[in-house]
């Protein structure tokens, strides 16, 4: 049993008070009732289902802050968590190396299993403890991260394998080491590759999705992102710091910026978003991982009875038509 004192307060959000209240005074009555060998269970039952009004509420009103704080949850399910043993990713067998330079240990490839269906699985991995995020570049890849990648899909393409692609980062690593090993050119080279892949491609965005860094493994036949995950041409801070060279007015940057996924479909430049567990991704990760699991089964399904031509095509018409009236009438569609 939890003890009062033992709740680790860093897990809860700055506009989450209420919902540690709420589980202070749970513990504050199993603590008692165990003192005096009276179950308050009705009680509890009562402050539980408070809790989840609370949090509904909360959680249905997000602004573009408050939704880049869960993204960045310290406790939310990174790429590493999808292929681990009790994740959503079963038998993967990962292959390193660009041919080129090295292995980018950021963007992790292999094969591997999702339900019954065998996939090129590619992911951004930012690491979780300290150390193991400054070794990650916190999810900033090179661009031998990003030819590995396109190398092992046209490996995919080679065997007929579908691709699925977890995008979860602030940006492709800025460093002038990686600008000599040509970053730009090697973003650009995957935007084309992937526009033209011969195999079916899904993206989803499960935490960051950052500027060039998302799109060099976010082209192809859907683009979906977890309900509070972010997907955006510059993070708030980076704005901030461009436009008024202070880090204090990110908060109102991300508020503009239009970066989450409900903004994001309303303007047609996402498919589809992916329901979180009440109160986030960080608060169950076997249902996140079920609810990922399903939208890729699903969409799977559809793409495969598609002819390589009608699926060529579509990739290509839904390319083009970012920014155009076309999009528009899509999105007037999908919102009625």
């Given at each position: 049993?939890?003890n009062k004192d033992s709740l680790d307060t860093k897990f809860y959000l700055y506009f989450e008070k209420p919902i540690l209240d709420y589980d202070q005074q749970i513990i504050e009555l199993e603590e008692d009732g165990e003192k005096r060998g009276i179950k308050y269970l009705p009680d509890i039952r009562k402050i539980r289902?408070?809790?989840?009004?609370?949090?509904?509420?909360?959680?249905?009103?997000l602004d573009g802050w408050q939704v880049v704080q869960i993204a960045r949850h310290f406790k939310r399910p990174i790429f590493q968590d999808y292929i681990d043993k009790t994740g959503l990713?079963?038998?993967?067998?990962?292959?390193?190396?660009?041919?080129?330079?090295?292995?980018?240990?950021?963007?992790?490839?292999?094969?591997?299993?999702?339900?019954?269906?065998?996939?090129?699985?590619?992911?951004?991995?930012?690491?979780?403890?300290?150390?193991?995020?400054?070794?990650?570049?916190?999810?900033?890849?090179?661009?031998?991260?990003?030819?590995?990648?396109?190398?092992?899909?046209?490996?995919?393409?080679?065997?007929?394998?579908?691709?699925?692609?977890?995008?979860?980062?602030?940006?492709?690593?800025?460093?002038?080491?990686?600008?000599?090993?040509?970053?730009?050119?090697?973003?650009?080279?995957?935007?084309?590759?992937?526009?033209?892949?011969?195999?079916?491609?899904?993206?989803?965005?499960?935490?960051?999705?950052?500027?060039?860094?998302?799109?060099?493994?976010?082209?192809?036949?859907?683009?979906?992102?977890?309900?509070?995950?972010?997907?955006?041409?510059?993070?708030?801070?980076?704005?901030?710091?461009?436009?008024?060279?202070?880090?204090?007015?990110?908060?109102?940057?991300?508020?503009?910026?239009?970066?989450?996924?409900?903004?994001?479909?309303?303007?047609?430049?996402?498919?589809?978003?992916?329901?979180?567990?009440?109160?986030?991704?960080?608060?169950?990760?076997?249902?996140?991982?079920?609810?990922?699991?399903?939208?890729?089964?699903?969409?799977?399904?559809?793409?495969?009875?598609?002819?390589?031509?009608?699926?060529?095509?579509?990739?290509?018409?839904?390319?083009?038509?970012?920014?155009?009236?076309?999009?528009?009438?899509?999105?007037?569609?999908?919102?009625?």
């Open positions: 049993m939890k289902r408070k809790k989840a009004i609370r949090l509904r509420k909360i959680y249905s009103d990713i079963k038998d993967f067998r990962e292959l390193h190396g660009d041919r080129c330079f090295g292995d980018d240990r950021i963007i992790i490839t292999g094969f591997g299993k999702i339900g019954n269906v065998k996939l090129m699985i590619i992911g951004q991995n930012k690491g979780r403890k300290t150390k193991e995020k400054i070794e990650c570049n916190f999810g900033c890849a090179n661009p031998e991260g990003y030819r590995k990648a396109l190398l092992k899909m046209k490996l995919a393409e080679k065997y007929r394998v579908p691709v699925v692609s977890f995008i979860d980062t602030p940006g492709a690593y800025p460093g002038i080491e990686a600008e000599e090993r040509g970053q730009a050119s090697a973003i650009g080279m995957n935007l084309r590759e992937m526009s033209r892949l011969k195999v079916p491609i899904i993206s989803i965005v499960i935490g960051e999705g950052g500027s060039g860094g998302a799109l060099a493994i976010g082209v192809g036949d859907r683009f979906a992102m977890l309900a509070n995950s972010f997907y955006s041409v510059i993070s708030p801070e980076g704005c901030a710091a461009i436009l008024e060279g202070n880090l204090t007015k990110a908060p109102e940057y991300a508020k503009v910026l239009g970066l989450t996924s409900k903004k994001l479909l309303s303007l047609g430049l996402i498919d589809d978003i992916i329901k979180e567990p009440l109160g986030g991704a960080h608060r169950h990760h076997q249902r996140t991982f079920h609810n990922v699991q399903e939208y890729i089964v699903r969409t799977l399904n559809e793409l495969n009875g598609k002819s390589l031509e009608d699926l060529l095509d579509e990739r290509y018409k839904r390319l083009i038509s970012f920014g155009t009236d076309s999009i528009k009438q899509k999105t007037k569609k999908r919102l009625h």
